[in-house]
Structure formats: C-alpha cells, structure tokens
C-alpha cells in the first residue's frame, strides 16, 4: 500500500522476476550476453542510487526481493512472470518452480505464473497441464523469442500456440502475459510485431492478454491492436522507469494508452529486480502529463492512477483489496475504440 | 584516392531502418580505415541481442554505399559486439543475402520488413509537417489540399520525398503533400484519425531512437556523444 496526500493505493507489481543470471548457470556466452543487456537497462534508466553492482544483479537473494518489494516496499501482491531461458542458462533463467518455491514461503504476497512453449508439442502440453495443477497457476507469461535447438522463435497464432491456448481455457489460465524479443520465425519478420496477439485475442474472446511492455518498441502496433480486441491489455513493465529519465516521453506514452486503450486496461509492473518498485510508484503518484501536451493528451487522475497501480490487477488476478482503496465505476473509458484505417 | 571523410560521407547515406536515423547520427559507426582501394569500417549496436534482420540492413547497406564511391573496390564491414556478428559479417561480406546468412530461420528477403519500416517512417515524417503547417496557421482541412512542392522546406519533406520515391508512391512536385501508406491522398474525413495515428508512430520512433541511443552511451561508457575517429 502506498499512502500519499491521505489517499491509500492497493499496488499489484504484475511483472517481477527472481533470476540466477549467475556466472555459474550462464550456459554460454548468450547467456552473459542476456543479463549484460539487462543490466544496461537497468544502469541506463535507474536513478543512480537503484543502481546495483553487476554481481548482486547477476543474482540476489530472497532476502532482497522480499525486502525491496514488501518489507520498505509497497506492494501488496507481486505476479511473477517466468522466463526459462534454458537455451541460455543450465537451470533456466527464472522458472516456474524457483517463482513457486518462494510463492510457498509468503502466500500472501506472491504469486507465480507459469509458461508453456507451443514447440513442445503434445509432450509438453501434458506437462503444462500438470504444471497447473502442480502451482494452481492463474496466468501464464510467454516469451516468443525464447530459443529452443535451431529455432529462434514462435508466434501466437500457430496451430500448437492455440492448442495450448485452449488448454488454457479449460484449466481456467486467464492471463496470458505476452513478451515479444527480438527473434522469431521467421527471422524475416518484424519480431516485436504484436499482430498475432490480435489473432489470438479474437479467438480467445474469454482470456485476458496482457501484453508486456505495451508492445515496446511497437507501441503504434500495440495501441492499434488494443483498440480493437477489448481482452487486450497493456502491462508497463519498461515503460514505467522513463517516468525518471524522460518524463515528458513517458508522458507521452501515458497519455496515448489512456486515449487508445483506457485506464481499465493499463496495468503496472516494475520489472523487478530491473528497477525497484519504490521509486517508480512515488514518481507515478505524482506525475501529471506535462501541460504543454494536455490539450492533445489530456491529463491522468488519482482514480485513473489507482486503477493503473493496483485494481485492474486485482480484478484479473481475483485479489481482494480494501474498501477505501477502491475506485467507483469501472466502465470502459478509452475514447478512441473504433477502428482506424492504418495510413 | 577515397578519404576517410567521402566514406563518412556515403555512410551519412546509410539508416537505422527501424529508427530512420542514420547511422552516423546515432553513434553506431566507430571506425573508418582507407587502404587504397580496400576500406574497413567497424560498426555497432546499441545491445548485443539487437534484432538480425535490421541489423543486417545496416551491415548490407553499408558496404554497398561505400563500394559506390569511385576509387574503392571492396568494403569490408565488421559488426561487432552482437549475437549474429558473424553470420551477418560473413554474409555481407560474401555478397550474400539474409536467408543464406540464416539458413533455415528465415523463410525470405528483407524487402517487407524495409517497406514497412519506410511507411512507418513516412507517416512519422508527416505527422511533424502536418504539426508544423498548423502551427504556421494553416487549416486542418487545407492539409489534404496541399501539394508536395508546398511542403515546409526542411530535413522531413525532403526524406518524405526520398521515402515516397523508395516505396513507388511518387513525389512529383504537383502530387498530394500527404499521402496513407499505399500511397492514396488523404481525405478530409480520415485526416484527424490520421493525424493522431501519426503522431502516435512519431512519438514510438523517437522514443526508440532515445532509448537506443541510452542504451549505447550505458554500454559502451560514453558520457557524451563521440565524433567518428578520422
């Protein structure tokens, strides 16, 4: 819970990792590659105070995460989103079971999501399915440029993706958190390109897809796709540390989603541990869209910030949140939701 | 013979594909070596898992700008520090194309993949002009009015014009100044729909390029931008 001004805000961080990116589970040199790149994002848009050495990046430790999040932080939930990686790292880069084995230990805090690979086929569908059951999984995070033997990639609307998609369904995965890299295949193709969310969304009209990043750095395909698949929502992970190093761009950001997509379907991530929470829910609290921009882009409330912080989550996700933290009438509210000709 | 600067000069010709900015601009080159008719030139990205098929483009069109100059007969372009440096210097360098230098992970060419970045890049550029018109005071509706002779004179006309010319779409002087991206005029009905939409795909350009440019000063420790090493 974050306090600012009297009013009180429910956070649910839907994006936060805890890896081993250790020179020890580093596979090969993609793998220090991976976490080198990692942690320029993190050196290039943390205050420099949040900075850490490469080492403790490299891998910390519970203690951390716990105290960082929860203990001087202020979140109340926390969503892992598992990234496997065992192309690159030994035992993978944060997996299902690491998320899950902390999830055990604080229950009330933490919630781990799981992840399936179409690749994988028929093997890996049952496997999936026990994974499920195994960590009683609401949400799934994929990474569609995870590499696997010779392939660099998959896309959403491939008869395996949809396969697993159903089975997604039936077991009652709701959230579906979507991460584009930048390989696929084919490697011909744009990798960021989120239009096959766009067939998946339509064909799976009763599961939520968050995408992350919002698309990031597509957020033009992002915003035009979201437009027009009411399941589809945008996860801040990555747009939230430009609050500090170039608000007036995160400004923009901002004030595009809430125009394209509404603040019913915006919803915060830190990241972590790219970036600590903290600093990025006192920063977001007391941004407003700069002025020079607010006769195009408008301006964000408290109401609409609280949503972005903790409630839309929250409803996803089933999580109870206290009365005085919540927010009355949540009826859609982007205006632009009718299609646009793309020029 | 050829110097270091009519090189620089053939690369200032060269683009992010994905950025529309060039790669002298943004700090990617970081070494030029004239040996008589043979030059070298070192290139570099902002992280290492920057995506292959741009970052082929880059390599590809570099060696073709300068092998255009007259006096070199064989550019040697070395990308470095990056997952796919070698396949796509190896590539580059054998004259070959993006599907030989990934076989079997890619199923064809880049055209596609530049066109598209081309009209994206051509709508951002006309959302800045449409911005800079009506803040000269002309009226949303004479937008679609306007002639391409009757753009702001400026770096954004003239890469629109260039832009229009790669795609096909035509820039003669007396053609529609904006134009969707197959090349149809504009109508006065879809114009504000367009506009915010262009502004949209502007602001993600520019905040891509900013970020890659954070991205490269972080990794490569620059505490302000570098000249090229002549």
Redesign the interface.
């Known amino acids: 819970m974050y306090e600012s001004n009297g009013r009180k805000y429910f956070v649910v961080d839907g994006h936060v990792h805890f890896w081993d990116a250790s020179p020890e589970n580093q596979a090969n040199k993609y793998g220090a590659g991976f976490i080198n790149c990692f942690y320029d994002y993190h050196r290039n848009l943390s205050p420099e105070e949040y900075v850490w050495p490469l080492e403790k990046y490299q891998k910390y430790t519970e203690e951390d995460l716990i105290h960082d999040l929860f203990e001087i932080g202020y979140v109340d939930k926390a969503i892992f989103q598992p990234t496997y990686l065992k192309d690159f790292y030994v035992n993978g880069f944060n997996t299902t079971e690491a998320n899950g084995a902390l999830v055990r230990k604080h229950p009330d805090k933490l919630i781990t999501n799981g992840a399936f690979d179409p690749r994988h086929g028929e093997e890996g569908l049952k496997a999936f399915e026990a994974l499920v059951r195994e960590w009683g999984l609401q949400g799934v995070k994929l990474y569609t440029a995870e590499w696997y033997g010779a392939s660099k990639g998959w896309k959403l609307n491939e008869y395996w993706s949809y396969r697993y998609l159903e089975k997604c369904e039936e077991l009652g995965v709701k959230n579906i958190h979507v991460h584009k890299g930048p390989t696929i295949w084919p490697l011909n193709r744009d990798a960021f390109d989120v239009h096959d969310v766009d067939h998946a969304a339509s064909h799976f009209p009763e599961l939520n897809f968050i995408v992350e990043h919002c698309g990031l750095p597509r957020l033009e395909d992002f915003c035009w796709i979201a437009t027009q698949e009411p399941n589809v929502y945008g996860g801040l992970a990555v747009v939230m540390p430009f609050i500090h190093s170039r608000p007036a761009y995160f400004g923009q950001v901002v004030g595009e989603l809430l125009y394209w997509i509404g603040e019913d379907r915006i919803t915060f991530a830190s990241d972590y541990a790219i970036w600590q929470p903290n600093w990025l829910i006192e920063k977001f609290v007391d941004f407003q869209i700069p002025e020079h921009m607010q006769s195009e882009l408008g301006t964000i409330s408290d109401d609409q910030k609280a949503k972005i912080l903790g409630l839309n989550l929250a409803r996803l996700y089933g999580l109870e949140v206290p009365p005085e933290m919540q927010v009355k009438g949540t009826e859609e509210t982007a205006i632009a939701s009718d299609p646009l000709s793309v020029p | 013979m050829t110097t270091v600067a009519e090189v620089l000069d053939a690369l200032e010709g060269v683009r992010d594909p994905?950025l529309d900015q060039t790669l002298v601009e943004l700090g990617f080159v970081t070494d030029i070596a004239v040996d008589g008719a043979a030059v070298a030139v070192r290139l570099r990205l902002p992280?290492?898992?920057?995506?292959?098929?741009f970052a082929y483009l880059m390599v590809a069109d570099a060696r073709r700008a300068v092998e255009t100059l007259g006096g070199v007969e064989m550019a040697r372009i070395a990308l470095e520090d990056h997952?796919t440096a070698e396949e796509i210097n190896d590539a580059v360098g054998r004259g070959s194309g993006?599907?030989e230098a990934?076989p079997?992970?890619?199923?064809?060419?880049?055209d596609?993949?530049r066109a598209?970045?081309q009209r994206?890049a051509l709508?951002a550029r006309?959302a800045r002009l449409c911005d800079a018109l009506l803040a000269a005071g002309c009226g949303e509706v004479d937008l679609v009015t306007l002639r391409v002779r009757e753009l702001p004179p400026g770096a954004d006309a003239d890469r629109c014009r260039q832009l229009r010319r790669e795609l096909g779409l035509g820039a003669d002087p007396d053609a529609p100044a904006f134009v969707?991206?197959d090349g149809a005029p504009l109508a006065a009905a879809?114009l504000p729909?367009?506009l915010?939409?262009?502004?949209?795909?502007a602001?993600?350009l520019?905040?891509?390029a900013?970020?890659c440019r954070?991205?490269l000063?972080?990794?490569y420790d620059l505490t302000e931008p570098e000249e090229v090493a002549e």
Do not use: I
Request: hydrophobic fraction near 35%; proline fraction near 2%; charge should be neutral.
């Open positions: 994905e992280t290492y898992f920057c995506a292959p098929n997952f993006f599907t990934f079997g992970e890619a199923q064809a060419g880049l596609d993949l598209l970045f994206k709508t006309q969707t991206g879809e729909r367009f915010r939409f262009a502004r949209l795909v602001r993600s520019e905040g891509n900013g970020l954070g991205l000063e972080t990794r």
